[in-house]
């Protein structure tokens, strides 16, 4: 199991945060302001919708162990850890430059995009065992535009992302 080295270049070359504070492209995404963007980042309801879905993927990952079909769940950690090591510094350095302008490149914006972003990226590494959740082919549709996927407004499952 290894990280797509395709799926990296996109990354690599999103116009980070160059839209921000521009309507969001997307008719199902709540559009908010710099500060609305710093207070739903904080939201444990945030924090709680990405680890779930995440979570979610690492779940399918384990059963398909615990019925003999497969123990790639194993590779979690080691794309992890690659993923942080050579993407990450780059990454980050790219998110300060473009949130400075908008005075969000602060450690908890930071932060939540890193973690985002590294799910993403791992998850993608298994989307031809487990298809990608429609919750993160949404981030990365908003990251690619530009945007600062943000927070989560409504219930879990028939809410929406709020977006800067």
């Known amino acids: 199991m290894n990280l797509d080295p395709l799926f990296l270049e996109k990354l690599?070359?999103?116009?980070?945060?160059?839209?921000?504070?521009?309507?969001?492209?997307f008719p199902w995404a709540v559009p908010t302001t710099a500060k609305g963007a710093l207070k739903a980042?904080?939201?444990l309801?945030?924090?709680?919708?990405?680890?779930?879905?995440s979570g979610d993927v690492s779940e399918q990952l384990s059963l398909r162990s615990t019925q003999g079909?497969?123990?790639?769940y194993?590779?979690?950690?080691?794309?992890?850890?690659?993923?942080?090591t050579r993407c990450i510094p780059a990454l980050k350095e790219q998110w300060e430059t473009a949130l400075a302008p908008i005075a969000l490149n602060t450690a908890e914006v930071l932060n939540d995009v890193s973690f985002n972003v590294?799910?993403?990226?791992?998850?993608?590494a298994y989307k031809a065992i487990v298809p990608t959740p429609p919750f993160f082919l949404h981030l990365l549709e908003v990251y690619a535009a530009g945007h600062l996927p943000c927070?989560?407004?409504?219930?879990?499952?028939?809410?929406?992302?709020?977006?800067?």
Request: charged share 20%; proline share 8%.
């Open 151 to 164: 927070g989560w407004k409504g219930p879990a499952n028939t809410g929406t992302l709020i977006v800067y």
């Open 41 to 43: 980042i904080r939201s």
């Open 118 to 124: 590294l799910s993403l990226a791992v998850i993608d």
């Open 74 to 84: 194993q590779a979690w950690n080691a794309l992890v850890l690659d993923f942080k």
């Open 12 to 25: 690599q070359s999103l116009p980070w945060f160059s839209k921000c504070g521009t309507p969001p492209p």
């Open 69 to 72: 079909a497969g123990r790639e």
């Open 45 to 53: 309801k945030w924090e709680n919708k990405v680890l779930s879905i």
